[in-house]
C-alpha cells in the first residue's frame, strides 16, 4: 500500500507533503476540512483531478490533524493506493435520528460480501444517532469485518455538519468505504481518559439518544446546576462534561461494560438533552470530567492498543486519528501532545485525522464496534 498525504493550500490547490506529484492510482481519498470551507466545491473538484480513479470522501471538523499537527481553518487529505486489495464506497441519508438505522442497513447492504475485511465510515455528525447507525450496518455484515470511523464536526458551534461522497460536502451525508480480501489489514484501538465526579443517577426517562429524566428529575435542569456558569453555553459547554452510561443489561458485551456520550442539543422546552448515541432507560448515569494527563496518556494507550496487533511496514501504512471535539477543547494549546502520545507508540507511521462529534471503533470489552464519545480513536491501514 502507499498514502499520501496533502494540504490544501488555496481553496483549488493540494500541495503533497512529501512527493511532488500526486498518486494518480490512489483508489480512496479521505479528506478532513474546516466548516468555513462550506461545500468545498472547489477543494473536491480539485482532488478529483489530482486523483482521477479515487473516491473522494470527505467531511467538516472540528479541527484537522496531519502528523503532530493539530490545524484550523485548514484541510487536509490522503490519497490511498493498495497493491491488492479492492475497495468500494457506499452511502446513505439522514434527514432525523430515527433514520439512522436504516441508514446502517443501506450501507451495509451495499458493502456487504464474503470477503469485506473491513469498514471505514464517515458520517453526518449532528442528525444521526451514532448508536443506531453502527447497530444498523452491523445488522447486514459478517461478523468478522472491522467497522472504524467518526462523526463530522463543526468547531464547537453545533450548526451543520457536512459530509461529500465524490462530490460537494452536504448535511445529512453518510459515507462508508470497505475493504476487500486477504492482504488488507486493518487494527484499532481507542481510549479515553476522563474521570467520573458526582453520584450515580438513574436514567428515569429517555428515548433513542434523547434523555429526559434522572432521577425523575428533568435532564436539562440537572446538568445546568453541575455546570453553574458554563451552562449559558450549552451546548458547546457540555462537551467538557460528558455523561458515562454505566450500563449493566446490554447482552452483548460484559456486566462492567460502560460507555461516553456528548451533549449534540438540548431542548429547553420539555428540558431534555439530545446525545450522539443511545442513553438507555433503566441504567445509571454519571458526569465526567477531564484531566490532562489523563487525557493525553489516554491517546497513547489507543495508539499502544492499536500496534500491537500490526504486523505491516510503519512506512507503507497510515494511521488515522479520530478524536472528540471536547477533548480539543479541554485541552487547548496540549492538544498536541495528545498527537504526540501517538507518535511515539506508531513507530514513525504516518498519520491524519479530524476531531469529530463521535468515534466508531470495536470495544476493548467486547469486539463489536459501537459509537464512543471523548475518547482517541486509531486506525491502522496497510497491507501484509
Not at 131 to 150: C, F, H, M, N, P
Not at 219 to 244: H, I, M, R, T, V
Not at 252 to 269: K, Q
Request: glycine share 12%.
Amino acid at each position: 500500500m502507499q498514502s499520501q498525504q496533502l494540504k490544501l493550500h488555496d481553496a483549488a490547490t493540494w500541495r503533497p507533503e512529501h512527493q511532488d506529484s500526486p498518486l494518480a492510482h490512489a483508489q480512496v481519498v479521505l479528506a478532513f476540512m474546516d466548516p468555513a470551507l462550506g461545500e468545498a466545491a472547489e477543494a473536491i473538484r480539485a482532488l478529483q483531478t489530482d486523483f482521477p480513479e479515487a473516491d473522494i470522501v470527505a467531511c467538516s471538523t472540528g479541527g484537522e490533524i496531519l502528523g503532530d499537527e493539530v490545524m484550523e481553518g485548514s484541510a487536509v487529505a490522503t490519497a490511498l493506493a493498495f497493491d491488492n486489495t479492492p475497495t468500494r464506497l457506499a452511502t446513505a441519508d439522514v434527514q432525523t435520528s430515527t433514520d439512522s438505522f436504516a441508514a446502517g442497513q443501506s450501507l451495509g447492504m451495499q458493502l456487504a460480501d464474503d470477503d469485506l475485511a473491513g469498514i471505514f465510515v464517515i458520517s453526518e455528525g449532528l442528525q444521526v444517532n451514532g448508536s443506531e447507525l453502527v447497530r444498523g450496518l452491523r445488522e447486514k455484515i459478517i461478523s468478522s469485518a472491522a467497522i472504524t470511523g467518526g462523526l463530522a464536526g463543526d468547531g464547537a458551534d453545533f450548526g451543520v455538519t457536512r459530509v461529500g461522497a465524490n462530490e460537494s460536502l452536504r448535511a445529512g451525508r453518510i459515507a462508508a468505504v470497505g475493504f476487500y480480501g486477504d492482504a488488507v489489514r486493518m487494527s484499532h484501538g481507542n481510549a479515553g481518559g476522563w474521570e467520573e465526579f458526582g453520584p450515580q443517577r438513574r436514567i428515569t426517562r429517555s428515548k433513542d439518544n434523547v434523555l429526559y429524566e434522572l432521577d425523575g428529575k428533568p435532564a436539562l435542569d440537572l446538568y445546568k446546576k453541575y455546570l453553574g456558569d458554563a451552562a449559558s453555553e450549552l451546548p458547546s459547554s457540555g462537551l467538557l462534561f460528558p455523561l458515562k452510561i454505566c450500563r449493566t443489561n446490554n447482552e452483548e458485551t460484559a456486566d462492567d461494560h460502560d460507555a461516553v456520550r456528548t451533549i449534540l442539543g438540548i431542548n429547553e422546552e420539555d428540558q431534555s438533552l439530545t446525545f450522539a448515541g443511545d442513553i438507555p432507560e433503566g441504567e445509571n448515569a454519571q458526569l465526567m470530567m477531564g484531566n490532562f494527563e489523563n487525557l493525553i496518556s489516554g491517546a497513547g494507550d489507543a495508539a499502544a492498543n492499536a500496534a500491537p496487533r500490526w504486523g505491516c511496514d510503519s512506512k507503507s501504512s497510515i494511521g488515522i486519528l479520530v478524536s472528540c471535539i471536547g477533548r480539543k477543547l479541554l485541552l487547548g494549546q496540549r492538544t498536541g501532545e495528545e498527537l504526540e502520545a501517538v507518535s511515539d507508540q506508531l513507530n514513525g507511521m504516518p498519520t491524519i485525522g479530524f476531531y469529530s462529534y463521535g468515534e466508531l471503533s470495536p470495544h476493548a470489552a467486547s469486539g463489536i464496534c459501537e459509537l464512543h464519545n471523548q475518547t482517541m480513536t486509531i486506525t491502522l491501514l496497510g497491507e501484509a
